[in-house]
């Protein structure tokens, strides 16, 4: 079966409103509402724990545990994540997802508002969000298509607010444990979990063709998703190539230029940086709302240039001016191409199918940058940290190179 066959599937499967509606709709206000507290409240998590961990008394190394044991148990659980969101409907799945952590936050807000919680159990509260992240994230990639009639325009959208709340909650966060505690930091994740579930207890999604349908054992689900992932050439192509880029530039990037520009030039400059960044994500997704390009994947990949200008600056220790300047391109560089993947992953996928190829795409992408991280400090002690970065800027252009020379990738239509 050829991809112009699963393009023509994927829009039979997308319910298609008797009259068009405007991207503003009931159900659309609520899945906006409900990313937006969510990622507002995911980003004050690693302020919260800094602060708590560290005035508790627990080494510095307790953060990186407890945030490890979160990307474990994610990795762990999102290909399940997205064969039960198949079964059982994105909507319940991600209502049930911020059902179980809203409990964990409440526990972490009461422990470290009152004393000093043992390390073991904040190491499993943090997997036990993990988990439910893992259970909610498949959901988010198939419910955007079921609810707006513009899809690239409600990725657009989603994008600049989660851009937006990515940059505010850490601030929030900061602000909380300086006025009263860590503990409050922890409360408001919880009511960020209450409101989303609310908002999507109170969604009203039209029921696809497959929802109700008789399935086999959750392996057999799995296997299937498989098979349906490695059909789709373009598909397994470009989360093949990610791969690659997680591991020597993704991954490698995050701790790199924390610790360049913080040893440089400080903290207060590295916290500007990010913002910049957060702007420029921002800019990126508002610029993919007006541009429609025929061929989604090329024009992101093209897009994806920006991030290898930005290494390649700060691999080469161009002023703090200018490092801003190519923060904020990167920032939208990276938000114009995952608005072009998202949505053309939504629109050629069928319904049926949607929450498990999400779950594969992003497990894949999680582990390698999760090894590029981990083995970025190492490899830089041995060789230089502006060394390994210059080889990441020629590395990301390869993968701009690969992206536009898989011909199944480069032709995909705009759906």
Known sequence: MTDNTYKSEAA?????????????????????????????GEGMVPVAFAAALTGAGYPDASVGYTLGAWTGAFALFVLFGGVLADRFTARRMMVLADLLRLPGALVLA??????????????????????????????????????????????????????????AGPAAAGLLVALWSAGAAFAVNAVCFAVSAVCFTLLRVAPAPSDGARRGSLLREMAL??????????????????????????????????????????????????????????????????LRPRRPLAAGAVGLLGLPLFLALLGSGAPVPVLYAGGFVEGAAFAFWLVMWSTSVQT??????LNRMHAYDVAGSLLMMGVGRAASGPVAAVVGTERVLLVGAGVAVLVVTALLVVRPIRTLPRV
Do not use: C, K
């Open 12 to 40: 039979a499967r997308i319910p298609v409103p008797a009259e068009p509606l405007a991207l503003w709709n009931r159900d659309f206000r609520l899945f906006f509402v409900a990313r937006a507290v969510a990622v507002f």
């Open 110 to 167: 009461v422990s470290f508002t009152t004393g000093s919680p043992p390390l073991w159990s904040v190491y499993a509260l943090s997997a036990l969000s993990g988990v439910g992240a893992a259970l909610f994230q498949p959901g988010v990639a198939s419910t955007i298509p079921r609810i707006a009639p513009d899809v690239q325009r409600a990725n657009a959208v989603i994008r600049v607010v989660e851009a937006l709340m990515t940059m």
């Open 225 to 290: 998703g498989w098979r349906e992932f490695r059909s789709r050439s373009w598909l397994w192509g470009v989360i093949a190539i990610w791969t690659v880029y997680g591991l020597t530039v993704a991954g490698p990037m995050v701790p790199l230029t924390a610790t360049l520009i913080t040893g440089a030039y400080g903290s207060a400059t590295y916290g500007v940086l990010m913002t910049v960044i957060g702007a420029g994500s921002a800019a990126g997704g508002l610029l993919a709302v007006r």
């Open 348 to 353: 050629h996928v069928p319904q049926e199918a």
